[in-house]
């Protein structure tokens, strides 16, 4: 069983249409050849199929024809990405650490925390920081002070 899933999938690749029974095949036109084993029988078709497939409308398919040319990352190749995106993202923090503008944001924000106008969630995105399911719980202080 798993060996002859193993040629369905190289034939495939060879681009060789497997279908499941044979009436569907002499619809289509072309040949038509059955492999059979002691499981199961398997009708091969060749021939004229190739047509309909170069030229499709099918938005699925030609994402998935475009993406199987495509060749996929190797574990160098993705820690090389993850290395170039953290370096911009401590350039990136660095430059705005050094911005006037920035020092000048985070004064006014420790002086209205300190004076109780805003609240540290107002500033920090806790679930981003912690992540949504480490976050602490929120309290609402406004809706409890409504109520009394």
């Known amino acids: 069983s798993e060996q002859i899933e193993d040629v369905m999938a190289q034939l495939s690749e060879m681009g060789v249409n497997l279908i499941e029974a044979e009436e569907d095949s002499q619809e289509e036109g072309g040949e038509v050849a059955t492999v059979s084993s002691s499981s199961s029988a398997v009708v091969i078709q060749t021939g004229n199929t190739k047509e309909g497939q170069d030229r499709t409308d099918d938005p699925v398919r030609m994402y998935l024809r475009e993406m199987g040319a495509v060749e996929l990352l190797s574990r160098e190749g993705e ?41 540290l969630r107002e500033i920090i995105d806790l679930e981003a920081t912690y992540g949504a399911e480490n976050a602490p719980p929120v309290v609402e202080e406004e809706e409890e002070e409504e109520e009394e």
């Open 79 to 119: 820690i090389a990405i993850a290395k170039r995106i953290e370096a911009g993202r401590d350039a990136m923090i660095r430059g705005l650490c050094e911005s006037p503008l920035t020092f000048e944001a985070i004064m006014v924000w420790r002086d209205e925390l300190q004076t109780g106008r805003v609240l």
